[in-house]
Nanobody
Framework: QVQLVESGGGSVQAGGSLRLSCAASGNTYSSTCMGWFRQAPGKEREGVAAIYTGVGSTYYPDSVKGRFTISQDNAKNTVYLQMNSLKPEDTAMYYC??????????????????????WGQGTQVTVSS
């Protein structure tokens, strides 16, 4: 089992920035895919970033590319999500996810994490206009 604890959410005005943190503990893999998802009320859960912790390869959907950056600190077993130029449509609950097996993210990272991941409890991000 893997335990994930997110922090760093909050309220910010449009154009502002936030940095989310995800601390992992338990049976973590040194080389696996970890990511961030978000879910707004009435909408499906959406993958917004992923990182292959083995080499640091990163993945983003077009909706956040250039604004969000995922990074890792292997010594702290922590993954970060730096969010810049935030928009009201970024308002959502943000979840950290860790792939339940060793291996890279791949092009289908969002589906793999959604279906085969350990999930944190989430942290709320609210962006006001």
């Amino acid at each position: 089992q893997v335990q994930l604890v997110e922090s760093g959410g909050g309220s910010v005005q449009a154009g502002g920035s936030l940095r989310l943190s995800c601390a992992a503990s338990g049976n973590t893999y040194s080389s696996t895919c970890m990511g961030w998802f978000r879910q707004a009320p009435g909408k499906e859960r959406e993958g917004v970033a992923a990182i292959y912790t083995g080499v640091g390869s990163t993945y983003y959907p077009d909706s956040v590319k250039g604004r969000f950056t995922i990074s890792q600190d292997n010594a702290k077993n922590t993954v970060y999500l730096q969010m810049n130029s935030l928009k009201p449509e970024d308002t959502a609950m943000y979840y950290c996810v860790a792939q339940s097996f060793r291996g890279p993210c791949g092009t289908k990272w969002s589906r793999l994490l959604y279906e085969h991941g350990y999930w944190g409890q989430g942290t709320q991000v609210t962006v006001s206009s």
